[in-house]
């Protein structure tokens, strides 16, 4: 949409100013006039510059949250809609989504529902978020739909904290040991070489393979930099496509200990998401469907299509489940009694609680578990590096010992 510069007045009597997006010229002169401003010009904005800004703050998920349960507040209170993004608009703390509510009073005032409004900032709102609201809009739930949503952004958030978590040891620890790698390789390999060549040594295979790759890194690390960017790019490439981020996310599920976080962790999104949408009014498998959007894991998102296209064909929930082979026995269970007492999306729910509880729970022991892991990595190393440097030692003073 155009931009537009007004002038106008406000109830007190004060000149206000501003920037806004709007339809065209109609349209703005009615949204200020909701706000109880009176235009007195207006003025579409020539804009020719570079659309980006490296400073410019961005939306968060959590600023969404907080938008999300103001509204539910305001609403639940009875206060109109209009009247409730402006004051929301006028308080809020982020200057990009001060903007974007103001562009969405807009739509809502030339007459398109609020779903379409979001639905034209996809960077703010999701697919998941838009397809609540519509439901809420259709049901006329609103209120209740943006409590909802406002809970499943924060458990989204704590999900995803999690998992950062989880990974962070791992990935500091094995950042560490690279780094030791290349001070190692450069400072002091180098040295024990300058030593051995003047002795005239024959030198063990591992101290000559040591050697070797401290002289490759020494002499060719422009090679190494430039091998790690291209797997690098390679890899991105790859994971970008379907297939490779299919093959990518199952992958991920399949580390050693954090790969069971991630699982757990994507399969209390999934749960807790189709707890949301069924309670929210909408079919088990437009529910499934949507789901599968916004699980960020096309690995399960796969498996969850392949439920939808089982119910379709007149299967059972717990039999399509079943089939995925990603449900554990208990779980299974849980969806079998859900089916049959008809409160599936509570169950399911109970299904989000118990896998986040686990996500808990193994992200507070992953000390613990990982610990056996990186010492023996580590015994490894420091065992190859001793060998290296001092089986020559040795042998030359067995040799000395010999000759005397």
């Given at each position: 949409m155009p931009l537009f510069d007004y002038k106008g007045r406000s109830e007190d009597g004060l000149i206000v100013t501003g920037t806004q997006e709007a339809t065209d010229f109609d349209a703005l002169g009615a949204a200020l006039m909701v706000s109880k401003i009176t235009p007195l010009e207006i003025k579409q904005k020539s804009v020719v510059s570079v659309n980006f800004n490296l400073f410019e703050e961005k939306v968060t998920s959590l600023d969404v949250m907080l938008f999300s349960r103001q509204l539910y507040t305001l609403l639940k209170a009875g206060i109109p809609i209009m009247r409730a993004l402006s004051g929301i608009q006028n308080s809020v703390g982020n200057a990009q989504l001060a903007r974007v509510v103001g562009q969405l009073r807009v739509s809502l005032d030339s007459g398109r529902e609020l779903s379409a409004a979001m639905a034209e900032h996809p960077k703010v709102f999701d697919g998941f978020y838009i397809s609540m609201i519509r439901v809420g809009e259709t049901t006329g739930n609103l209120d209740n739909i943006f409590l909802r949503l406002a809970q499943h952004i924060e458990?989204?958030?704590?999900?995803?904290?999690?998992?950062?978590?989880?990974?962070?040891?791992?990935?500091?620890?094995?950042?560490?040991?690279?780094i030791a790698i290349v001070v190692i390789n450069i400072m002091v390999i180098p040295q024990f070489e300058k030593v051995f060549a003047s002795m005239n040594a024959d030198l063990p295979f591992i101290t000559k393979m040591l050697i070797a790759f401290s002289s490759f890194m020494r002499n060719y690390w422009f090679v190494l930099i430039a091998m790690m960017v291209?797997?690098?790019w390679t890899f991105k490439s790859y994971?970008?496509?379907?297939?490779?981020?299919?093959?990518?996310?199952?992958?991920?599920?399949?580390?050693?200990?954090?790969?069971?976080?991630?699982?757990k962790g994507t399969m209390a999104r999934f749960a807790r998401s189709f707890a949301l949408s069924t309670?929210?009014?909408?079919?088990?498998?437009?529910?499934?469907?949507?789901?599968?959007?916004?699980?960020?894991?096309e690995y399960i998102a796969v498996k969850i299509l392949s439920m939808s296209s089982g119910i379709e064909r007149g299967e059972t929930i717990l039999r399509t489940a079943t089939q995925t082979g990603?449900?554990?026995?208990?779980?299974?269970?849980?969806?079998?009694v859900g089916e049959e007492s008809g409160s599936l999306d509570d169950l399911m729910q109970e299904i989000a609680d118990m896998y986040q509880a686990d996500v808990e729970y193994d992200v507070k022991t992953l000390g613990a578990q990982i610990e056996p892991i990186?010492?023996?990595f580590l015994g490894v190393l420091v065992l190859i590096l001793a060998l290296g440097v001092f089986l020559p030692i040795w042998d030359m003073s067995s040799t000395m010992l010999k000759g005397a």
């Amino acid at each position: 949409m155009p931009l537009f510069d007004y002038k106008g007045r406000s109830e007190d009597g004060l000149i206000v100013t501003g920037t806004q997006e709007a339809t065209d010229f109609d349209a703005l002169g009615a949204a200020l006039m909701v706000s109880k401003i009176t235009p007195l010009e207006i003025k579409q904005k020539s804009v020719v510059s570079v659309n980006f800004n490296l400073f410019e703050e961005k939306v968060t998920s959590l600023d969404v949250m907080l938008f999300s349960r103001q509204l539910y507040t305001l609403l639940k209170a009875g206060i109109p809609i209009m009247r409730a993004l402006s004051g929301i608009q006028n308080s809020v703390g982020n200057a990009q989504l001060a903007r974007v509510v103001g562009q969405l009073r807009v739509s809502l005032d030339s007459g398109r529902e609020l779903s379409a409004a979001m639905a034209e900032h996809p960077k703010v709102f999701d697919g998941f978020y838009i397809s609540m609201i519509r439901v809420g809009e259709t049901t006329g739930n609103l209120d209740n739909i943006f409590l909802r949503l406002a809970q499943h952004i924060e458990f989204e958030r704590f999900m995803r904290g999690q998992i950062k978590a989880a990974l962070r040891y791992p990935m500091f620890v094995i950042s560490a040991m690279a780094i030791a790698i290349v001070v190692i390789n450069i400072m002091v390999i180098p040295q024990f070489e300058k030593v051995f060549a003047s002795m005239n040594a024959d030198l063990p295979f591992i101290t000559k393979m040591l050697i070797a790759f401290s002289s490759f890194m020494r002499n060719y690390w422009f090679v190494l930099i430039a091998m790690m960017v291209g797997a690098s790019w390679t890899f991105k490439s790859y994971i970008r496509s379907a297939e490779g981020r299919a093959k990518w996310d199952r992958v991920k599920m399949r580390i050693p200990i954090a790969g069971k976080i991630i699982f757990k962790g994507t399969m209390a999104r999934f749960a807790r998401s189709f707890a949301l949408s069924t309670r929210s009014g909408l079919p088990i498998l437009s529910a499934l469907r949507l789901v599968s959007q916004t699980v960020e894991n096309e690995y399960i998102a796969v498996k969850i299509l392949s439920m939808s296209s089982g119910i379709e064909r007149g299967e059972t929930i717990l039999r399509t489940a079943t089939q995925t082979g990603v449900f554990n026995p208990l779980v299974l269970q849980m969806i079998a009694v859900g089916e049959e007492s008809g409160s599936l999306d509570d169950l399911m729910q109970e299904i989000a609680d118990m896998y986040q509880a686990d996500v808990e729970y193994d992200v507070k022991t992953l000390g613990a578990q990982i610990e056996p892991i990186l010492i023996i990595f580590l015994g490894v190393l420091v065992l190859i590096l001793a060998l290296g440097v001092f089986l020559p030692i040795w042998d030359m003073s067995s040799t000395m010992l010999k000759g005397a």
